[in-house]
């Protein structure tokens, strides 16, 4: 498991009591109680260390390499899946996968960006960031799904759209401006989670949902946090101030009311139990799914715009 700066003396505590397990099952002397102990010990340091996460700390664990990505949540939620590649117009994204599959058994269009587990996978996906014909790839998806009236499940993870020269020459704004249009007008359920990082339009592109969730340590946020200290301080080393002042958590955003709930994470989080965290978004998806059937595609239209219409008033 690749390390948290923060998470360093767990780490060193568990393996530990790896060493001391493979030494108990090669002797005959038994050291079970001391590895209670020190289990007990990492269990508690791990519990201190997860109920007072910083801005700054959650952007680490929100982009943990080992946190569930696209393709688990398919593999465990979705079955029948069928992937539907190109936007028409240019090329495959694979940096935003989509298609359609059964969730609990509905017919449904699914999407979301994929990062990547190792250096392979990462440039195939191009780390999550999709470029223009990405999200002309969305919007071809979404017009299917009100064609034949499936809900569409979006899964966010992206530090956001891809800034490259060539991106930029085929329309990279105008792309995520008309995605953005698209989930404005599009007569069924949308459901998003965001499950790691939520980057700026590139992540907004695909989350104008009746329902927007968060994992309880991911992040949500119009630019990086060293972008932004990059842009007001002059300089990345503010980070962390920039994490605090963009307000990008999940109980920031559920409190300023731009968000619709947070789903848990298991103690320690998501990178830990991929499983678990998966089932959890599972069923907050559900239950999301079966409040908005059955449907009156006019009033979901109007109630999403009205919606988004609304963030930020009050304030």
Request: aromatic share 6%.
């Amino acid at each position: 498991m690749s390390q948290l700066e923060f998470e360093k003396p767990i780490l060193e505590l568990e393996a530990k009591i790896s060493e001391l397990r493979h030494v108990s099952s090669d002797s005959e002397v038994n050291i079970g109680d001391e590895i209670k102990r020190m289990q007990d010990k990492a269990n508690r340091l791990l519990q201190q260390a997860y109920t007072k996460l910083t801005p700054a700390q959650k952007v680490q664990v929100a982009r943990h390499q080992e946190r569930p990505h696209f393709k688990d949540y398919i593999e465990h939620l979705i079955t029948d899946f069928e992937p539907l590649a190109g936007d028409r117009n240019f090329a495959e994204d694979n940096a935003l996968p989509g298609g359609i599959g059964r969730f609990k058994g509905r017919a449904c269009v699914i999407m979301g960006h994929e990062k990547g587990h190792d250096t392979e996978t990462r440039l195939h996906h191009n780390f999550g960031m999709a470029r223009p014909e990405g999200y002309r790839k969305a919007q071809r998806l979404m017009k299917m799904a009100s064609q034949f009236q499936l809900p569409v499940l979006t899964f966010v993870d992206t530090a956001g759209a891809y800034p490259g020269m060539g991106a930029e020459e085929r329309g990279q704004s105008e792309a995520i401006a008309k995605s953005i249009e698209q989930c404005l007008r599009t007569d069924v359920p949308i459901i998003s989670t965001i499950v790691g990082e939520g980057g700026s339009g590139g992540a907004i592109a695909i989350a104008v949902a009746d329902k927007v969730y968060m994992l309880e340590h991911s992040i949500y946020s119009v630019i990086s946090p060293e972008g932004c200290a990059s842009i007001l301080w002059r300089s990345a080393d503010y980070a962390e101030d920039a994490a605090t002042a963009l307000k990008l958590t999940a109980q920031d955003l559920y409190q300023l009311k731009l968000i619709d709930g947070i789903i848990s994470e298991p103690m320690g989080g998501a990178h830990r139990h991929k499983e678990e965290t998966v089932a959890n978004v599972g069923q907050q998806v559900e239950a999301a799914l079966k409040a908005l059937t059955p449907w009156d595609g006019q009033q979901l239209i109007k109630k999403r715009r009205e919606k988004f219409i609304a963030c930020g008033r009050g304030l």
